[in-house]
């Protein structure tokens, strides 16, 4: 693995931590862009890379986008990530959760890590048995905040759309719109299923064909292959897998109006926010409308650390402010003819002192 400062997507990061405990079999990263407001907030992601650089260009990419994000829904959290760097068999033991909550702890407090790609409640349940700096855990009592922050995630992204759909195309309502959702995972598939209720008309896909297929059974929607939603005629994209699936070529190839779903990283690099902008579409920072999860995770963290209690209401109150500073966002990029993702960075860094 090449020296961490000389890759792209270091952006001054005040900690870059390689972990190998050979007896579990653990490799991992944990990055800490900043810790300005707070300590370093974000999940881990647990995924087999073949080659390791990409595990680092993650980390690095994913904590910067956990500071802009956790800044911009004024939490007061830091930014951070983990990746845990699978073998290609995915294997997770209990030896290698215990090593990687060893590994949070020793940073002494500075991360709080949570679920994300390939990791589970139930794993950061075994995490826990390590350390007390980790959050996404069973919820204590009903209403009480806690869980599984994938469906929160939903919940923002849902509400961001509507926004978006309110902002370009000037509907109150997404009745009849078509809505093309990448992944239908926990958070693709709970947006897709808000939508659904909303009368939208989805086209769904998923590198499982099997699940896309199933959901689009359920919600009397459509599904293509993955290889189709790209390109589809759609009034809005929302992708919600993986990401850096916005570049030149990918771009230029888009039919829709809008580009708003919770995948990371969607811009393959910062240049190509403006590649969007100058086409004509509308985009949403995925920061700004993918932080339910966090926002769940962070009131969860912050009341068990207090010795306070915190309820699903405190959550769905912050989610709500989302549509609000996407709107903001979008309006100072019309006023300015400067792109959304430009304008909400600005933002974002002046709230973590680098502006």
Same mark, same amino acid.
């Given at each position: ?80 990530? *983990?990746? $845990?760097? +699978? &073998?290609? #068999?995915?294997?997770?033991?209990? =030896? /290698?959760? %215990?090593?990687?909550?060893? @590994?949070? !702890? ?98 769904? *896909?998923? $590198?499982? +064909? &099997?699940? #896309?297929?199933?959901?689009?059974? =359920? /919600?009397? %929607?459509?599904?293509?292959? @993955?290889? !189709? ?114 304008? %909400? ?11």
């Amino acid at each position: 693995m090449t020296a961490f400062w000389t890759e792209p997507d270091f952006d001054d990061h005040e900690v870059v931590h390689v972990v190998r405990d050979r007896n579990s079999g653990l490799m991992a990263i944990i990055a800490l862009h900043s810790t300005h407001l707070g300590p370093g907030a974000g999940g881990t992601r647990f995924w087999h890379y073949p080659d390791p650089k990409d595990g680092l260009r993650d980390a690095l990419r994913l904590s910067r986008g956990m500071s802009y994000k956790n800044a911009m829904a004024g939490l007061p959290m830091g930014g951070g990530k *983990a990746v $845990i760097l +699978a &073998d290609e #068999a995915r294997t997770k033991t209990p =030896e /290698l959760l %215990a090593a990687f909550g060893d @590994a949070v !702890e020793g940073l002494g407090g500075r991360y709080v890590t949570a679920e994300d790609v390939g990791i589970s409640e139930a794993d950061m349940v075994a995490v826990s048995k390590r350390t007390s700096h980790v959050s996404g855990l069973p919820a204590p009592g009903e209403g009480s905040a806690g869980g599984d922050p994938g469906p929160f995630t939903a919940i923002g992204i849902y509400q961001g759309i509507k926004a978006a759909v309110r902002h370009k195309l000037g509907k109150d309502s997404v009745q009849g719109v078509h809505i093309a959702v990448q992944g239908t995972g926990s958070v693709g598939g709970g947006v897709a299923r808000l939508l659904a209720k909303d009368g939208a008309k989805l086209t769904l *896909a998923d $590198i499982h +064909a &099997d699940r #896309a297929a199933a959901l689009a059974e =359920e /919600l009397g %929607a459509k599904a293509v292959a @993955a290889d !189709e939603i790209m390109t589809l005629p759609c009034d809005v994209l929302s992708p919600n897998a993986l990401g850096a699936i916005l570049d030149e070529d990918s771009i230029a190839k888009l039919d829709t109006a809008i580009v708003a779903g919770g995948a990371n990283n969607q811009l393959a690099r910062a240049h190509h926010g403006k590649t969007l902008f100058d086409r004509g579409i509308l985009f949403a920072p995925d920061y700004v409308i993918n932080a339910g999860g966090i926002i769940s995770v962070a009131t969860e963290y912050l009341a068990r650390r207090d010795g306070v209690s915190a309820g699903v209401e405190e959550v769905h109150q912050r989610i709500a402010n989302i549509p609000e500073r996407l709107e903001e966002i979008w309006s100072k990029s019309d006023e300015t003819g400067t792109p959304p993702d430009v304008v %909400a960075d600005r933002m974002a860094q002046e709230l973590i002192g680098r502006g």
